[in-house]
């Protein structure tokens, strides 16, 4: 069968509201599969790169949490959506902090003190309270995040001198196609996150997923499994 451009294969779907109807699908059996409670994972669509249209289609079908790497790109695209729960997973610039504040209700990017302190006194200054999560490195081939050991000591430093909300841990899988480096690298930032304390463990992206889940993630980060290729 020859296939138009722009159609997809038998099966396969075909627009964001299916794929995140499939993805959804996937999870839930995931999660039962593992003895979770489905309803304790949050999804946030990472939607750089991605057309306007599509984000709408994605919101429509019911996605509640978007996540962006890029603050002008954000803005510019939350402009034109409904509301939404906002995610700024991108790294952050101290001289960017007050839009952040302004921009997005988490901020799971807090990669060293004086990320987490911009935050926090931008918050103060804007009279808004975000929820934070401190990124962990836990891959060879990531520059940003700090080493897991590290996690609880700046989570503390930042809760009592600096009042932000610090509510887990984030972060980004290694680029191994072996699985066994994946769940390693994973294992510790799950331990990372049972040291700073709090509800969320943002961990698995369109490729680890599945892995995140049985690590104990409660928050996927999914761009391509939900909105196709990026521009
Ligand atoms: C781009 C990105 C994602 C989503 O990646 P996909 O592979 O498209 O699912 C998730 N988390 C972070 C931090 C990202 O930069």
Do not use: C
């Amino acid at each position: 069968m020859k296939l138009e451009i722009g159609e997809s294969p038998a099966g396969a779907p075909s627009s964001v509201a299916e794929r995140i109807e499939g993805m959804r699908e996937s999870i839930a059996a995931e999660a039962r599969a593992l003895g979770r409670d489905p309803r304790g994972i949050v999804l946030v669509g990472v939607s750089k790169k991605q057309s306007v249209e599509r984000v709408r289609e994605a919101l429509e079908a019911g996605l509640t949490d978007l996540g962006e790497n890029y603050l002008q790109e954000a803005r510019d695209k939350f402009a034109a959506l409904p509301a939404v729960r906002k995610h700024f997973i991108g790294h952050i610039q101290t001289n960017k902090a007050k839009a952040i504040v302004e921009t997005f209700d988490v901020v799971q990017s807090i990669d060293r003190l004086d990320a987490g302190v911009a935050i926090a006194r931008a918050q103060a200054k804007a009279g808004k309270r975000v929820r934070a999560l401190i990124q962990v490195n836990v891959s060879p081939s990531e520059r940003f995040g700090v080493r897991a050991d590290e996690a609880p000591g700046l989570a503390r430093r930042l809760r009592e001198d600096e009042g932000l909300e610090v509510d887990g841990v984030m972060a980004i899988g290694p680029l191994s196609p072996d699985p066994r480096v994946v769940r390693e690298a994973f294992a510790a930032a799950a331990a990372a996150f049972a040291a700073v304390g709090g509800t969320t463990l943002s961990l698995g992206m369109s490729g680890d997923w599945r892995e995140a889940l049985a690590a104990g993630s409660t928050m996927l980060r999914l761009g391509t499994a939900l909105f196709g290729a990026r521009a």
